[in-house]
Structures are given as structure tokens and as C-alpha cells.
């Protein structure tokens, strides 16, 4: 069985993004890039099948300009097994993704597509749902667990209410929410053979996608600031100001 | 225009953000209908149908829809879609789940978790955990659209007299199956609608110790909430978790116990109109939002806040 897992080059999650003075967007220059974290998780599910014995090659895919490289480096270098960059500078919407990763997936066959529920970067949350429409799969959406058997997974659901367990016919896409699990780190000796496991390259035309545009992005900008309040020295202190300063309880 | 929302609901009760939803339908112009899709919903189409604002309620009754699975409601509601300019749900994880699947059978992009209509194809959408303001324009025919339901008001529970008509199903897609689900359940209110929210992070140390989280909570009619870090180890369940990847509250009062105030926290409850921190951290940066901040042990604070409340 293969699975095929899908990683993003995006912003670090721990750095504060700064949005440009002309308003068209965020400042990448110089900024700390990782993978999704997200797309971590999703690169640890498809290891752990394989090395459960339930998948036998974990492929791992990026759309991105050439710097994704350095991305898939880290996937394979955590244990996946090759790599594909569709490279691309142009920024892709998720419809545009999911159709990149629709035409890889009907060359690669694989039985599993796992990736992040959400980047967070653009924080759309589609891609996945979207891969599934188009192939005419199944989704498991935000799982928080996945078993495969026989021709089915049964996934477990991070829902508004709790959890909710669903049977998928195979294949399926899987995108994952952040407990399903804890991702390995890349040991050295792995970083080190990661370097010479393959990775192919494809541009969206090789594979015959339009990848174009369909929202136009007019501005960004930052929200509204908060000021920082007032500290109050006791709980009867901060009782006597929410009732009345801010007369809220 | 006509605007299809989506109804969210148990079969029961029309859930709360639906009603945010069609807020921000009404705010494209034009005509609201409202789909309700499960099994035995009857009653919720007739709530969906006192809904100020709402012009029609499509009911489709099937033993398949009962569990809203993403696959035959995509189909459903595509069959649907011809009618329809736009189709929008609040950004629940149902309409996560199942509004990009119909983006992308229609061939058009979603447009998420919308905070603002500035034109009926120009919207405004946080990136980057709300850090940065996105205003997008949209130049697909028919739009899907998921709203952001803390940023539009609630539409009237009642005074509109929408008809119920029945849409038909759609062919079983035959791709999923329900099989069980594990739900919270609480008698406080609803986090994300909730007028107070209260919430523990990794400092709270254990479950056992939310106990003191929620006698508060229960004096103050509060919802109860919690950081990642306190989901992640088990305190409590994965659907208490408030943040850039749980839920958005922008609750009256939100009240923030031994939580750093990480930029995906902050996240999800920056919009909230009075933030109260406690923390023993003096630096810790949830002060930075906070419009009070109490720097205490919160074993000691919590229950005297309990006590203070009487
Ligand atoms: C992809 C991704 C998505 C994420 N999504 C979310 C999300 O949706 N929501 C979210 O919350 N986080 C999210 N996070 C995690 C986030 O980055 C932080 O790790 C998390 O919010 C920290 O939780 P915390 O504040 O409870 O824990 P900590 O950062 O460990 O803070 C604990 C705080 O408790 C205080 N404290 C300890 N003991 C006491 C005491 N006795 N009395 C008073 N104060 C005390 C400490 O001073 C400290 O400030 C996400 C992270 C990633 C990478």
C-alpha cells in the first residue's frame, strides 16, 4: 500500500509576521521557514503505517518554488521515502493544489493521501476536502485517529462537539488535526541520507494543470491593535472592576 | 442573487452560528434560502423558517444525511447549486468539512471563515492566525463562502415565515459511513456563543483541577474553555480548545488562568471585549492583550474568586 502525504513551506509558527507597508502583503524577507506543522503530523501517520507493516512507501509532495526542496529534505529526512516538488512561484490557491495533487496522484496510485487540515499561513483549511471532490474519495477530515483494515479506515474526528468516528471506503484523504500524533525530529544520520534519496521534479504544465488565480487579493493589512490594559493588585480588585468599570459580570 | 446557507443542527436544534451565517448572507443582498439536510430535522427546518431574513427552507430528509458526512452532502448540495449565486455556511467544522468538497466540484476557490462583506465578491479574511487582514476579490460565478460567525450578529431566531419546501436527495455517494460519536456533554452554554468564557492552560496541571475553573464558570454562566497545551495532555477534551486551530470566541469576557497568550491562542479569542489574565508569569504575554491582569497563583486565586462571587 502506498500513502502519499502532502507538505507546505510556510512561515514559522513561532515568528510574529510583520504585513508590508504598501499593503500587499506579508514580509517573507529573512524570515525563519518550516514545514507546516500540520503537514508534520501527516508525515509521521503515513511512517507509522509503514512501519507498522500496513503501507510500503511513503511519498512525499510539495507545491512551492525551489526553497520547498528544503522542505521535502526535512519529510524524507524524518523517513519518507522520495520526493516530488511540482514547482511553481506563483502563489496557488487550494483548489489549485488539490488539482496539482489530483494529476500526481493518478500517476503515483497511492491507497492513502494524508495532509495538514489547515496551513498556517493562509489558515484556508480546503485542500485536503477539496483532493477528496476531485478524485471522488472519501474524507477524514481533522482526524485525531486513523486504522486502516482491509478496504476501509476508520477515522476519528476532532468535531465542534467532541469526536466523531466515520468508516472510509479506500482510498481515502486523511487531513490531520493535531493530536492524531507527536512528530518525530529528524535524526542526523537520517538528515545525512535524506540528501541522496530522490526527489523528481514537475512543473503545473508537465502535469497539464491551470493553476491560475481565482481570488484577487486587494490589501492586507494589520487588524485592529489591542492596547494593553491595567494589572490589579487582588482578586478583589479585578471583582470590583469587572462589575463596575467594565459592568460585564 | 440568491444565497443558499447551509443549516448546522443535530436533528434536533438549528445550531446557533447559523444564524451569524445568514447574517452575513443578508449582507450579500439578495434572497436567503436555507438548507436543512439531515434525518427526522422536520422541526428544525420550521425554526430555520422563523429565522428573521430568511426567504425559503430547503428541508432533504434521508436516512443519509443524518450524520452530515461530507460526501453525499457535497453531492446534495451541488445538485442543488444551479439555483443558487452563492452557497455559504459558518465556519463550524461541519462547514469545514463539507463546503471546500463543494468548491471543488463546482470548480470554483472557498473563501474562508469571512470576517467582513465589504461587496457581494469582495471580502475581508485573517491569514496568519489573525495576525495580517486579507481583503480578497472573488472572480468565480458562484462563490462558496465560509463566515467567521464572532464577526456578524446574530439574525433574529424568530419573526420571519419562510416556506418549507422538500428537495430531493441526491444518489448515495456510498463513500462513508457514521459510526459513532463520543460528544461533551455540559450544561453550560455553548463556548462559541457563550457571553463569558473561562479558560485553563498547561498551568492548571491537571484535569481534576479544571474543578476550580468550573465552579467560577458556573457562577458566572460562563462557557468554559482551554489553551492546546491543557487539550494536548489530556485536561480536558480536544473540543474545549480555543485558538488559530479550535475555536474562535469573542465572548462580552473571556478570562485567560495560567495561559502564556501564544499567537495562536490569541487567535481565537483577541476579539473577545474585556480580557481578564491571571498568571504568575508578570511577563507572560497574554498581559499584552489583557485589559486586566491579575499576576497571582491561580490555586490561590481561583478560589477566591469563587469566594468573591459568592
Ligand atoms: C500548528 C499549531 C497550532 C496551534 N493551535 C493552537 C490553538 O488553536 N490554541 C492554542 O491555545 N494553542 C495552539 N497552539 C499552541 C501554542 O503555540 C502554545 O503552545 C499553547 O497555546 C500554550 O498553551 P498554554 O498557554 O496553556 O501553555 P504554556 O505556554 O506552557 O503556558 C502556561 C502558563 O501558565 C502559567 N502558570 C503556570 N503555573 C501557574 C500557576 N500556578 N498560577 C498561575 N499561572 C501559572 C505560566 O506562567 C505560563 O504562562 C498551536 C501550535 C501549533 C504549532
Known sequence: ?249 | MTVLVLADHDNKALGAATLNAVTAATELGGDVHVLVAGNGCAAVADEAAKVAGVAKVLLAEDAMYADALAENMAALIVSLADSYDVILAAATTSGKNILPRVAALLDVAQISEIVEVVSPDTFVRPIYAGNAMATVQSSDAKKVITVRSTNFAAAAATGGSASVEAASAAADTGLSTFVGAELSKSERPELTSAKIVISGGRGMQSGDNFHLLEKVADKLGAAVGASRAAVDAGFVPNDYQVGQTGKVVAPQLYIAVGISGAIQHLAGMKDSKVIVAINKDEEAPIFQVADYGLVADLFKALPELDEALG
Open chain 1, 1 to 249: 500500500m502506498k500513502v502519499l502525504v502532502a507538505v507546505k513551506r510556510v512561515v514559522d509558527y513561532n515568528v510574529k509576521i510583520r504585513v508590508k507597508a504598501d499593503k500587499t502583503g506579508v514580509d517573507l524577507a529573512n524570515v525563519k521557514m518550516s514545514m507546516n506543522p500540520f503537514d508534520e503530523i501527516a508525515v509521521e501517520e503515513g511512517l507509522r503505517l509503514r512501519e507498522a507493516g500496513v503501507a510500503t512507501e511513503v511519498v512525499a509532495m510539495s507545491v512551492g518554488p525551489q526553497a520547498a526542496q528544503e522542505t521535502l529534505r526535512t519529510a524524507l529526512a524524518m523517513g519518507a521515502d522520495r520526493g516530488i516538488l511540482v514547482k511553481t512561484d506563483e502563489t496557488v490557491e487550494p483548489l489549485g493544489v488539490a488539482k496539482l495533487m489530483k494529476a500526481v496522484a493518478e500517476e503515483e496510485k497511492p491507497d492513502l493521501i494524508i495532509v495538514g487540515k489547515q496551513a498556517i499561513d493562509d489558515d484556508s483549511n480546503q485542500t485536503g476536502q477539496m483532493l477528496a471532490a476531485l478524485l471522488g474519495w472519501s474524507q477524514g477530515t481533522f482526524a485525531s485517529e486513523v486504522n486502516l483494515d482491509g478496504g476501509t479506515a476508520k477515522v476519528t474526528r476532532e468535531v465542534d462537539g467532541g469526536l466523531q468516528t466515520i468508516e472510509l471506503k479506500m482510498p481515502a484523504v486523511v487531513t490531520t488535526d493535531l493530536r492524531l500524533n507527536e512528530p518525530r525530529y529528524a535524526s542526523l544520520p537520517n538528515i545525512m541520507k535524506a540528501k541522496k534519496k530522490p526527489i523528481d521534479e514537475k512543473t503545473p504544465e508537465d502535469l497539464g494543470v491551470d493553476i491560475s488565480p481565482r481570488l484577487k487579493t486587494l490589501k492586507v493589512e494589520e487588524p485592529a491593535k489591542r492596547e494593553a490594559g491595567v494589572r490589579v493588585e487582588s482578586v478583589a480588585e479585578l471583582v470590583d472592576k469587572l462589575k463596575n468599570e467594565a459592568g460585564v459580570i
